[in-house]
Nanobody, 116 residues
Framework: QVQLVESGGGLVQPGGSLRLSCGTSRNIFSRYVMGWYRRAPGKQRELVAT???????NYADSAKGRFAISRDNAKNTVYLQMNNLKPEDTAVYYC??????????WGQGTQVTVSS
């Protein structure tokens, strides 16, 4: 069974930072584009960022300039560094392994809450 294991969520004040991590197997990590989605309360799921095996990144407009996705191929881990967090970033964040058609595998989700 494919596993994507996320960590790093929590409560942070506006303007603060968090780094999310997602580990998986080498087989999944090397074959798929890795990405992060989020679902805020009462809103549709939103693609936040993706990164290919070659390191090409793509960001939602809401993430550009504040978030950075990266990957450590030796650890089969993808990261999402989130800076200057805003209350509207509050959501459950999901790690995904995806193809061009969309997500194939999902993590269990990690809660990020931005509040003073």
């Amino acid at each position: 069974q494919v596993q994507l294991v996320e960590s790093g969520g929590g409560l942070v004040q506006p303007g603060g930072s968090l780094r999310l991590s997602c580990g998986t197997s080498r087989n999944i990590f090397s074959r798929y584009v890795m990405g992060w989605y989020r679902r805020a309360p009462g809103k549709q799921r939103e693609l936040v960022a993706t990164i290919t095996s070659g390191g090409t990144t793509n960001y939602a407009d809401s993430a550009k300039g504040r978030f950075a996705i990266s990957r450590d191929n030796a650890k089969n881990t993808v990261y999402l560094q989130m800076n200057n967090l805003k209350p509207e970033d509050t959501a459950v964040y999901y790690c995904t392994a995806r193809t061009g058609l969309g997500p194939v595998y999902w993590g269990q989700g990690t809660q990020v809450t931005v509040s003073s």
